[in-house]
């Protein structure tokens, strides 16, 4: 089975720094990933991680740490239009993806 | 030049109608995905073909019935809806299954 947690909501300030954890215990694993959705639309594609370490692109960055099923995404130089849910999801074999609840940034003036 | 789009975007019915969501993509993809996302966000899983074939089909009940004419389109349909199925319902698709690209949803609401 899957089991992704991530915290269900997070505030920041404008120009903050947030960092969104992640916690899985999955049946398998090949690769994970951090999509962004705002309220009403669809979830849009951010990092993906399959070996250990960090992946930057630009104010976002996304961390993994397999030996303890671990993953962080990190937003950078907070900005309004990031007030989003942020989905972490699990890849298990070639097509499946397992989502977590999300986390609702909230980004405050 | 719509990557990934569903119709319609919203749909209104009334319990034990059947209803049916159509999904294309243009993006040359070779596999397609249905999730479901509910009323607390939750994005789950409910069926995906590659190349017309099916090849992930989760715990859905088989009201539920996906057809996939050709690799660019995947439709859904719904038998017997009950007020359970209100969610908004999401087509994706993917090419070697890295990033998965989104359609803009179904809103689907049952009275």
């Known amino acids: 089975g899957q089991n992704i947690d991530q915290p269900t909501e997070m505030t920041a300030t404008e120009g903050a720094i947030v960092q969104i954890n992640c916690t899985y215990q999955?049946?398998?694993?090949?690769?994970l990933f951090w999509y962004q959705q705002h309220a009403g639309e669809a979830p849009t594609f951010l990092s993906y991680?399959?070996?250990?370490g960090l992946e930057e692109k630009g104010r976002f960055s996304s961390f993994l740490s397999r030996s303890k099923g671990y993953s962080y995404l990190l937003l950078k130089e907070l900005q309004m239009k990031d007030s989003a849910s942020y989905l972490c999801a699990v890849r298990d074999g070639d097509y499946k993806l397992s989502f977590g609840a999300g986390t609702t940034v909230t980004v405050r003036a | 030049d719509t990557a990934v789009s569903q119709t319609p975007k919203y749909l209104v019915t009334q319990m034990g109608n059947d209803k049916s969501i159509k999904c294309e993509q243009n993006l040359g993809h070779d596999t397609m995905y249905w999730y479901k996302q509910d009323s607390k966000k939750f994005l789950k899983i409910m069926f995906s073909y590659n190349n017309k074939e099916l090849i992930i089909n989760e715990t859905v009940p088989n009201r539920f019935s996906p057809k996939s004419p050709d690799k660019a389109h995947l439709n859904l349909h719904i038998n017997s809806l009950e007020l359970g199925d209100s969610a908004v319902y999401f087509c994706a698709s993917t090419q070697s299954g890295v990033e998965q690209y989104f359609g803009p949803g179904t809103r689907l609401t049952v009275t």
């Open positions: 999955t049946s398998g694993f090949n690769g």
């Open positions: 991680n399959v070996l250990d």
